[in-house]
């Protein structure tokens, strides 16, 4: 392929960004689920340096459509960069009422956290749902999704190092290495402190599935995303779906542009 060639196929291209509370993720809609999205841990790292380390060496897009759930601050930042270097006005994505076949269940549907919400426009347009959505990330969070694409509610709990550290943080206790993470209990401080948080996570599933299966009349699937599913996976005792893309196949469903 010629470069003239090269920069066509490349400004047709839509750009998909997760900005999460400390990693940014990318991928080119069309490649998704062909080649892994791409990652990087932003906290540590200026602000202002992140898109340019990011995509410098992207051609240019016709489409960004960006997640974030960073704040303000960030969303400028990319918006103004992506103006600036490919002349493309960046769509930031928002939770709606009812939109791409799901029902958001929210009282103020805007306050539901788009990485939530894209979540779920996957599972229903991916033909996934009935669903509970278990995302390990910084936070976690779960939501279930009928098969009718009706978001019944969710849950939101630290994520498993914010666990470990509100323990150690508020007591004495002192931790070493720990043994492998098997079984339902820990044989040293730090195993029992890191297999706590699993279990405690492990447990709350399995009753939202069970009363979700009364509530729906069908247990859902079990899908994860996140970080730390990787963590749950050797604990849980019901069948579970690994879906590390689940936001991005979100962005994916609206970048297509077929609204159900």
Known sequence: MNREAANKLSDSRVLL??????????????????????????????LHDLPGLCWTHLHRPQRVLIANVAGSLIEDTLSRWMDDRWGVTAEFIRSQKRAWGVVNSYTDPGTLGVDRWLTLVAAQNRQLSPACILDCGTAITLD??????????????????????????STR???????????????????????????????????????????????????????????????????????????????????????L
């Open 17 to 46: 960004v997760d900005v999460g509370n400390t990693h940014l993720k990318w991928a080119w809609s069309e490649q998704l689920g062909s080649e892994p999205f791409q990652i990087v841990a932003y906290r540590s790292l200026p």
């Open 144 to 169: 279930l999704i009928d098969g009718e694409g009706v978001h019944r509610g969710g849950l939101i709990l630290p994520g498993f190092q914010s666990m470990r550290k509100a323990v150690l943080g």
């Open 173 to 259: 206790i002192q931790t070493g290495e720990t043994n492998p993470l098997t079984g339902l209990l820990a044989h040293d401080t730090a195993g029992a402190i890191a297999l706590g948080a699993i279990q405690a996570v492990v447990s709350l599933v399995k009753r939202v599935l069970d009363e979700s299966e009364e509530e729906i009349g069908q247990r859902p699937g079990l899908l994860l995303t996140g970080g730390g599913a990787d963590y749950l996976k050797a604990h849980l005792d019901e069948p579970w779906d690994l879906k590390p893309d689940l936001v991005m196949s979100g962005l994916s469903v609206i970048a297509v542009g077929q609204n």
